[in-house]
């Protein structure tokens, strides 16, 4: 089997596209998301990644988390809500980095976990991860996980283990709007 570098947002979401991709591919899975905030949240999210990443002894990769280059990325459209450019950034700051390390190892395939989120639509992931690829002479493996309830799939796979699911995408800025959606500031 190929290898193939897949981008994993969370581990929940996770569960399903291992699932599906494991059965064509050897998949390293690439936890990379300094989008995540506050700190204690991203510790949580990488603490479920590593874990089921090892129960399910899938190769991985975890750098360190630095929010500092992702932040200057998105910055200029903090006001705006989710689904926004600002997202469109956010994934495409996520993928390149994704490009860049599967180049840097010799992987010649790429993909994501994020279109499995109901609110990522494949259309605006699809064309960023073509162009990432053809930049770094990679494949992306271009799949609308949403599709076939995989978004339901992944919620029973991951209520099935046990794992933790967050109520919000990840940012500062969709933590705030979460909070004045409930009030509860
Ligand atoms: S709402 Fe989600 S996808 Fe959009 S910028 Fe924030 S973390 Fe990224």
């Known amino acids: 089997?190929?290898?193939?570098?897949?981008?994993?947002?969370?581990?929940?979401?996770?569960?399903?596209?291992?699932?599906v991709l494991s059965t064509?591919?050897?998949?390293?899975?690439?936890f990379f998301n300094p989008?995540?905030?506050?700190?204690?949240?991203?510790?949580?999210?990488e603490k479920e990644a590593m874990d089921y990443f090892s129960a399910m002894k899938i190769q991985n990769i975890i750098p360190p988390y630095d929010r500092g280059d992702w932040l200057n990325h998105v910055r200029m459209h903090?006001?705006?809500?989710?689904g926004s450019n600002r997202c469109k950034l956010c994934f495409e700051f996520r993928l390149r980095k994704t490009a860049e390390i599967a180049?840097?190892?010799?992987?010649?395939f790429f993909s994501t976990t994020l279109t499995i989120g109901p609110n990522k639509p494949s259309h605006v992931i699809f064309p960023i991860g073509e162009t990432l690829a053809i930049e770094?002479?990679?494949?992306?493996v271009a799949r609308d996980?949403?599709?076939?309830?995989g978004f339901k799939k992944s919620c029973d796979l991951s209520k099935a283990a046990g794992m933790y699911r967050q109520?919000?995408?990840?940012?500062?800025?969709?933590?705030?709007?979460r909070r004045i959606r409930n009030a509860d500031y």
């Open 78 to 82: 903090a006001e705006n809500p989710e």
């Open 1 to 19: 089997m190929q290898d193939l570098l897949l981008h994993v947002c969370c581990a929940p979401c996770s569960t399903h596209p291992l699932e």
């Open 145 to 149: 996980f949403k599709k076939h309830d």
């Open 24 to 30: 064509e591919f050897n998949v390293v899975a690439f």
């Open 167 to 177: 109520n919000y995408c990840g940012c500062e800025y969709s933590f705030r709007d």
């Open 35 to 45: 989008n995540i905030y506050p700190p204690a949240e991203y510790r949580l999210r």
């Open 103 to 108: 180049s840097g190892m010799n992987i010649g």
């Open 136 to 140: 770094h002479g990679l494949i992306f």
